[in-house]
């Protein structure tokens, strides 16, 4: 603004004026109105050459940060992240109770005249000048007790997550009151299953072989379990209607629908189911273990 001024505030034109100039008075120039530069002149190229040193000077500047922080905060080195994240946290916690107790425009005050002056050619002096060596081992002391924590403090789980998966053995009863294999399925197929009500036919596979292990997960059992506690799942679901084998093959029935010979075996938790397709299932488990994804492309992992 104060060359601005000036222009339209200019001195007398006179080798003789010793006075300050005061701008005292009315403006007796017009005002400069500034312009876009034409096209293909000297002016728009200097533009552009500016401009694409800003753009420049940008790039590098984000590339720095990121090879300064993203390569700490993500994990690629756990134990590292680890810390860090540990270490803002207790700072968040800090500042939760005493970020009104510090004197923000005095610090961040202080903390631009630092970097004005350390930009002085005189202060660059002093600063080089400066005994580094006390600065190197109370480096070196931090980084050997930092050392020290990531290795003791921060255990990570080296093993694989392992889980139990379910699938039920789905059969249903005939006409000539036979049981026949249906389908493998993740639901039981109960009087009270959404499928159930809205008279759909149970989802699965029709072979045992067919059933794959979740996306991201592999076998880690070579072969499936049968659950012989059929009552605990069936009580775990408030399954109701459905009558229940304690012994032998562990089957559910629904109620009405349980196996002759199997009678002496069975204990009743209600009434007749009402649907004309009487089934029957059973449970069994598997246990898998999660596999290591692959690296996202264009994203560096740390060896």
Partial sequence: MEPAFVTRHPPPASTHFLELHAGSGPATAAPVQV???PEMSKDFFRNMRDLQNSMEDFSIAHDGVVQLVASRT????????????QGLFALALVLLIAANL???RPVALLF???IISAGHPEVAKLIAAIDKEPFKDAYNIIKNYMVHWMNEDILLDG????REVEIFELQRQSQEKKWEAWVYSASPHDTQSRHRIAGNPPKGAALFEDVQAPKGWAWSAKKWDLDLQSQQWVDERMITSVEVETEGQRWVYDAGGDDPSAASTVHGLGTEAGNEDLWRRRRWTRTVRRQPSEPKVGVEVKK
């Avoid at 993500?74 to 994240?85: A, G, H, M, T």
């Avoid at 093993?159 to 392992?162: A, F, I, M, S, Y």
């Fill in 74 to 85: 993500n994990f690629s080195d756990e134990r590292l992240s680890s810390i860090i994240y």
């Fill in 159 to 162: 093993t694989l997550e392992k």
């Fill in 35 to 37: 312009k876009p530069v």
């Fill in 102 to 104: 510090i004197p923000l």
């Fill in 112 to 114: 631009g005249w630092c």
